[in-house]
């Protein structure tokens, strides 16, 4: 039995019964109460369809009966009535017969093995099936981890307990460690204020405060098992340059009883109660929101710490509209223009000798920031009435700065806006504004996994290459790995390094054999030869030779040999971000890593094996309009060949072999786009990118 199964029933009161089901109840009661408790044979008793339990029994919690009936005998007496045959019909008591026909057929029973029973008249058979299932309450939770740790005080073992009571060491294990959780939350478990998989993910901390203060803190959907969980082992984070903090201040969270720990290293400390500041962030964010929507119409409104993103939970749950595109009014359009005539004067004038560069700075700010004032006014208007009286908006944090995103959409609402085609237009409306979700963009194409599984060997020698002339980080990485498989062994993230005992730069060679002329395998080789002129004849057969070696010695030869064994080739881009090679990132962040001085794209390994269309596409995102254009009049393998020549000149690398962390170059079109995106998607490049002004009406 697992511990999410032990759920108590509630029972029906006795002011909701029937007067009718109350007497048959009372009748019943009372025919059992005069019922004295015989002792019969196991193989007189059967089972019958007046029984109202029809469903079979789970195999697993029968088996954990059944033992528990072995070990201390049928605790609770069958229902039974006579059947025409001389056999006796269990009304009451189905499942404690299955399991005692368990044990017969395991011979752990005989057919004479005596069972209490108490008997009553055919015609009543039903109503006591009835009567006493719906009466029958699982054991509570509660109970169970109070009694289970009782009997552990007196030296029973988890399988003993679980042997007499019917249950599973596992069970009884999970149990008796949720009964050293803070008496507080005990308490609420036996009201059921909390429920047993909130309890279960709030032990991940043994500090009872810790446990309190994540409960008392957390609400809605920050309640779920899993937030209580990660809320609940976040350790203390440095407050310097937190978005959270800055954006509730210091003040504000002090007083609200949040507090820091300062050290000698840091004039700002770290936050120590983690949970308070997103709980006080969460709150200013909601009632931001509340007066945006308020103010503007919009039928609900939320504040988070995070956007709204575009995959996972956020997918399943939200849809994002489009933002319509905005009108100004004439006196509107006529303010900008004349902004912008003022913006070309300031321009002209910057280039006169004796200009103040810093008066007109603050000139062109002043009217950026109007022009800005104006689109946002008219972006906001572009809303139409029908879509705010069912949409929403969202409030949040992006890059520390406060991000408002309109035109947010529960799903659960989509079905009745489909429906509505004539009576208020928001359908109408919706059909030209709504995300890919229903006119999907075309699929980006995608590239193969041959040409995946090279590029991304071409980058793993790379790191290899950069991680061998840096062995000091080499062994950070390896002493943390070796930590991880010795102090966390149950740990889920996987080892950076793949120490096998085998470099895996031939591997990458094999995949990528265009890289066998590149910069990272020239310095490789150049190592490996410089090395191997190093070690004396037969230096395999015995270590003796090392201890002459000094230690910076010892950790460059092993930095050199750890890095070969990094291994970061895949055959698919990852599911977040579309990465090549994404496990390498850490290691790069590491290293300070930049692909760009040792790769770059050739026709040979990048530009010859992608379609012209994707060449085109690689040109633009390099700022190369006119190559852009070019090659798509051009023969597949003289595209490939300009746009080797063209990108030569840059920095450009495929956005695939980038770290998520960094932003490509983009067309113009995009780039504003891009600005906006939020903190959250600047780390993960899969959340929503803001597309709209953060503008909030007055």
């Known amino acids: 039995m697992s511990v999410t199964e032990s759920k108590a029933v509630s029972k029906a009161s006795k002011s909701t019964r029937s007067p009718k089901k109350a007497a048959v109840t009372e009748a019943v009661e009372q025919a059992l109460a005069n019922a004295p408790v015989e002792m019969v044979p196991v193989s007189q008793l059967v089972h019958i369809a007046q029984n109202v339990r029809k469903h079979k029994p789970d195999p697993e919690k029968l088996q954990e009966l059944a033992a528990s009936i072995l070990s201390v005998g049928v605790l609770q007496n069958l229902v039974v009535c006579p059947m025409p045959d001389g056999m006796l019909g269990v009304a009451a008591g189905g499942r404690r017969l299955s399991a005692l026909h368990l044990l017969l057929e395991a011979g752990s029973l005989t057919a004479v093995y005596p069972v209490p029973v108490k008997i009553v008249e055919p015609g009543m058979a039903m109503y006591v099936s009835e009567t006493e299932n719906s009466k029958r309450e699982n054991m509570h939770p509660a109970d169970q981890i109070a009694a289970f740790a009782k009997m552990s005080e007196t030296g029973d073992t988890a399988a003993q307990i679980g042997s007499v009571l019917g249950y599973t060491t596992k069970h009884v294990h999970k149990c008796l460690r949720l009964a050293g959780m803070a008496p507080a939350l005990l308490a609420e478990l036996a009201e059921d204020s909390i429920n047993l998989d909130q309890l279960q993910a709030l032990s991940a901390t043994e500090d009872h405060e810790r446990q309190l203060d994540v409960w008392k803190n957390a609400y809605g959907i920050y309640r779920t098992p899993r937030e209580l969980r990660d809320a609940a082992v976040m350790k203390e984070v440095a407050a310097e340059g937190n978005s959270c903090l800055m954006f509730v201040g210091r003040d504000a969270y002090e007083q609200a009883g949040g507090g820091f720990t300062v050290d000698l290293f840091t004039d700002e400390g770290f936050i120590r109660d983690t949970v308070l500041l997103a709980t006080l962030t969460r709150e ?6 509340e007066s945006v929507a308020q103010a503007e119409g919009w039928s609900w409104a939320l ?3 995070d956007g709204i993103s575009t995959y996972g939970e956020d997918a399943e749950n939200y849809l994002l509209l489009k933002q319509p595109e905005p009108v100004m009014t004439g006196e509107e359009q006529a303010r900008v223009d004349a902004l912008d005539k003022q913006l070309g004067e300031l321009s002209e004038r910057s280039e006169q000798d004796q200009a103040d560069f810093e008066t007109m700075d603050y000139a062109e700010a002043k009217c950026q920031a109007k022009i800005k004032e104006i689109e946002g006014d008219a ?5 139409s009435d029908d879509v705010r009286a069912k949409a929403g908006v969202v409030v949040s944090l992006s890059r520390g700065e406060l991000s408002v995103r309109r035109g947010v959409m529960k799903r659960c609402d989509l079905p009745e806006i489909v429906g509505d085609t004539d009576k208020t237009g928001v359908n109408q409306h919706l059909s030209s504004i709504r995300t890919e979700d229903i006119d999907a963009a075309p699929e980006k194409k995608s590239l193969s996994a041959v040409l995946v599984k090279s590029l991304s060997s071409e980058r793993t020698l790379a790191v290899q290459a950069a991680l061998a002339e840096q062995p000091q980080m080499a062994l950070v990485i390896f002493v943390h790995d070796c930590l991880k498989s010795t102090f966390d062994h149950r740990s889920y993230t996987l080892s950076t390094l793949k120490v096998t005992l085998h470099a895996k730069t031939g591997l990458m060679l094999d995949n990528a054999p265009t890289s066998a002329d590149g910069l990272a395998m020239q310095h490789l080789t150049a190592m490996h030869e ?28 092993m930095g050199y040999c750890l890095a070969k064994t990094l291994d970061g080739a895949s055959e698919r881009l990852s599911d977040k971000g579309g ?12 290293l300070n890593f930049t692909l760009r001085d040792w790769w770059q794209p050739t026709k040979a390994n990048f530009f010859g094996r992608i379609s012209k269309e994707l060449i085109s596409d690689s040109l633009s995102q390099a700022a190369l309009g006119g190559a852009s254009r070019d090659v798509l009049k051009m023969k597949k393998g003289d595209a490939a060949e300009r746009a080797e020549e063209d990108i030569s000149k840059t920095r450009w690398v495929p956005d695939c072999l980038l770290p998520v962390t960094d932003t490509p170059v983009l067309p113009e079109s995009d780039a504003v786009t891009a600005a906006d995106s939020d903190e959250s998607t600047a780390a993960t490049q899969d959340a929503e990118t803001p597309s709209e002004s953060t503008h909030i009406a007055a």
Request: glycine share 6%; no cysteine; hydrophobic share 50%.
């Open 579 to 590: 990465k090549a090679g994404k496990d390498l990132e850490p290691v790069e962040a590491l």
């Open 530 to 557: 410089a090395w191997q002129k190093l070690l004396p004849e037969d230096w395999h057969k015995s270590w003796d030779w090392l201890l002459t070696w000094d230690t910076p010695q010892l950790i460059a030869i």
């Open 379 to 383: 972006a906001i208007r572009a809303w």
């Open 303 to 305: 504040g988070r710490p």
């Open 284 to 289: 200013k964010l909601t009632g931001i929101a």
